[in-house]
């Protein structure tokens, strides 16, 4: 069974400071997804990292896939509190067909 | 943009009843899904679809069907609805190639209530 696990599952931090999100998996996926939830509504997604050790930026937000396409994490630099949020990995299942998601990191960011 | 629309926000129903979950997507998606989202459990998949009147049972199906019959439209049944059945309730769509990481498009969510 292919599974995502996330951590730190809570995080709050102070306006300013610097965070990591960790996804962990023993499985190889194809590829891995990140979204952001915001409160009363549905998941967004953020990027998409698809080749071993790639690195994407978006502003503040810094992705890595790791080497062996197991794992990715998610480094916010100077949080803000506009990126409070609840934060999902997701990656395809073998067949394919749907997305396997972590349960998930609930960041909070206080100014 | 993509727009996916599920028809209510917050629904209130009682133990037993037959309740219907609608959702509308505008952007000629293939696949469809439903999700549930509980504290610490995460995002668990019920059904999805990816083509009219097809259906696939996700990890989660016992207590739901799901109907299909356009490609738009994707519909959420729970037959008898039960207290464990509260929840928050997510559908999404996406094009039909999962391999060449399309995204997924989610509604803003039903909060279903069974008392």
């Known amino acids: 069974t292919q599974l995502l696990e996330q951590s730190p599952q809570f995080l709050s931090i102070q306006e300013g400071e610097n965070l990591t999100v960790y996804c962990n998996s023993s499985?190889?996926?194809?590829?891995l997804q990140w979204y952001r939830q915001e409160p009363g509504e549905g998941p967004v997604l953020l990027v998409t990292?698809?080749?071993?050790?790639e690195v994407k930026k978006l502003k503040r937000l810094t992705f890595q896939f790791g080497d062996a396409r197991k794992d990715s994490s998610l480094h916010i630099t100077a949080a803000q509190p506009g990126d409070t949020g609840l934060y999902l990995c997701a990656g395809a299942d073998q067949a394919g067909t749907a997305l396997i998601f972590g349960k998930g990191t609930t960041l909070s960011v206080s100014s | 943009d993509v727009k996916v629309t599920q028809s209510s926000r917050y629904l209130v129903k009682r133990t037993g009843e037959k309740v219907f979950l609608e959702c509308v997507q505008d952007?000629?998606?293939?696949?469809m899904f439903w999700y549930r989202q509980d504290p610490g459990l995460g995002l668990r998949l019920i059904y999805f679809s990816y083509d009219v009147k097809m259906k696939e049972k996700g990890d989660i199906p016992e207590g739901y069907s799901v109907s299909r019959e356009k490609k738009e439209r994707f519909s959420l049944i729970l037959e008898s609805a039960s207290t464990n059945q509260t929840s928050m309730y997510l559908c999404?769509?996406?094009?039909?190639?999962?391999?060449?990481?399309?995204?997924?498009?989610f509604g803003d969510g039903t909060r279903l209530s069974i008392l």
């Open positions: 952007m000629d998606h293939e696949n």
């Open positions: 990292v698809v080749t071993g050790g």
């Open positions: 499985s190889v996926f194809s590829s």
């Open positions: 999404a769509s996406s094009s039909r190639h999962l391999y060449s990481n399309q995204p997924q498009h």
